[in-house]
């Protein structure tokens, strides 16, 4: 498939790094020379410096016989635009723009976005990407790391493995037998920085992550396995209250659960524009960096403290400082994945990488047919695809164990009907099952194989 990403920032490098790592014919556009010819020394795609929205420049990246465009500038206005010069003047059949103004977002105005007016197939926003994953983290606390499957009923965890860990130095294949009715699987585990599918006879020890796809109604179970446990979240403290703060407070404010939620934001006016459109959260205007306003805020009271400014080492000292003065659960907004090996040295609980979250979005809807949703682990090192199984599959009515998986892909858990249950070795997959597969980057071409659902199958 021939793809133009416009932008060579971080979130469109990860995705040229997907694509062309899949044999398609990927090209970058970027006014930024340097950023150009990083992406061309690094990958295996063309590049073109210039304006993305310019018909020459995209006429230039091959935009005639293009089957996508993904315009992932810093801009909204020249991703919108360049959506517009891709349908108008070169037919591109399908358009993934990424907007931040949440003007742009409002539903009231989601006609802007039809064929006949400003034609975008498919609209990211990082920061509703990036709030969702927040919430995702309050609800499961002892987790790092978590997405859902299945519409729900299927949870990725990523568990620390610490010394009071039940199950450490168990063979996995035991953990089958001492939890038979467990629906929970372990398909990766991290051990001193290098991310590996476990085999039956493998061991977790202590410092090892662990990714577990477990069902909905055995989360609590799983975790208490692992040595974990789950707090009710009745008061959260966020510092920074720009796109992303707002809206996990709102979301907050609308939850079920009664959750009492203080902000605090440094800049005025964002802080008096929180306080306005807020109707229950209480709103402190302040460096989240100042004990006295964290006291005011309380947060040796709170249950967790969720730290989502636009500075990295600013949600990390604020979140060390946190859980310095009490609060239990600590969670960082942090951009830079070069940072993320200081999350546990420094005792922040959890972390949110919005480069990976909206890559994981943007990946879902490339993947478009009967991959349902595709979630990128780490530095884009794997990812989670759940996919429906067609009848031209490979693996369709074949057994689990006879089906040829590389090394790097586990099977975390599949749905049969209206049930999801834990994948065995004698399971049979049949057509229509819907299953959800970890597997190692170098190994998602194979599994796209197996699945049939390449892109350039649709």
């Not at 990860?14 to 340097?34: C, K, M, Y």
């Not at 020459?56 to 020249?78: C, F, K, N, P, Y």
């Not at 498919?122 to 709030?131: D, F, G, L, W």
Request: charged share 25%; proline share 4%; glycine share 8%.
């Amino acid at each position: 498939m021939k793809v133009i990403i416009c932008g060579a920032g971080q979130v469109g490098w990860q995705i040229a790094r997907h694509l062309s790592g899949e044999r398609n014919d990927v090209t970058v556009v970027d006014s930024n020379p340097d950023l150009i010819r990083r992406a061309t020394d690094a990958l295996d795609v063309q590049g073109i410096t210039g304006f993305a929205s310019y018909p020459d420049v995209l006429d230039r990246a091959g935009a005639r016989d293009a089957d996508m465009i993904i315009a992932a500038t810093h801009s909204d206005e020249v991703n919108m635009v360049t959506c517009q010069v891709a349908h108008s003047v070169f037919s591109v059949p399908r358009k993934i723009a990424r907007l931040r103004a949440q003007s742009y977002l409002t539903a009231i105005y989601s006609d802007l976005y039809r064929r006949d007016h400003m034609p975008i197939d498919v609209v990211i926003s990082p920061e509703q990407e990036v709030a969702q994953a927040a919430l995702r983290r309050l609800s499961a606390p002892a987790a790092f790391d978590t997405e859902v499957f299945l519409n729900g009923d299927a949870q990725l965890l990523g568990i620390g493995i610490e010394q009071e860990c039940p199950v450490v130095n168990t063979p996995l294949r035991q953990l089958t037998d001492l939890f038979s009715t467990l629906r929970s699987t372990v398909v990766a585990v991290r051990r001193e920085g290098t991310l590996f599918a476990p085999e039956a006879g493998d061991q977790m020890f202590v410092g090892d992550s662990a990714y577990v796809v477990a069902h909905r109604d055995d989360v609590r179970r799983t975790l208490e396995i692992f040595g974990k446990s789950l707090r009710k979240q009745e008061r959260v403290v966020l510092v920074g209250g720009g796109n992303v703060g707002l809206a996990v407070a709102h979301a907050l404010e609308g939850a079920a659960q009664r959750i009492r939620v203080k902000m605090i934001e440094r800049n005025r006016k964002a802080a008096e524009h929180a306080a306005e459109a807020l109707e229950r959260t209480i709103v402190l205007h302040g460096d989240g960096l100042d004990i006295s306003l964290l006291s005011e805020a309380g947060i040796e009271r709170a249950d967790a403290v969720l730290c989502v400014t636009d500075d990295d080492k600013t949600n990390l000292l604020t979140a060390v400082r946190a859980k310095a003065a009490g609060c239990p659960m600590a969670i960082a907004l942090v951009n830079d994945p070069t940072l993320v090996p200081l999350m546990e040295p420094l005792g922040i609980d959890a972390y949110i990488n919005p480069r990976a979250t909206t890559v994981s979005s943007i990946l879902r809807h490339i993947r478009h047919g009967r991959v349902r949703s595709v979630y990128s682990i780490g530095d884009a090192e794997a990812e989670v695809i759940e996919a429906e199984v067609l009848s031209t599959s490979p693996i369709a009515g074949n057994r689990i164990r006879d089906v040829d998986f590389p090394e790097g892909v586990l099977i975390g858990a599949v749905r049969k009907g209206d049930r999801v249950v834990r994948p065995t070795g004698s399971m049979r997959i049949d057509e229509g099952d819907q299953i959800v597969i970890f597997a190692l980057a170098g190994d998602v071409p194979d599994v796209e194989r197996l699945l049939q659902v390449s892109i350039d199958f649709f």
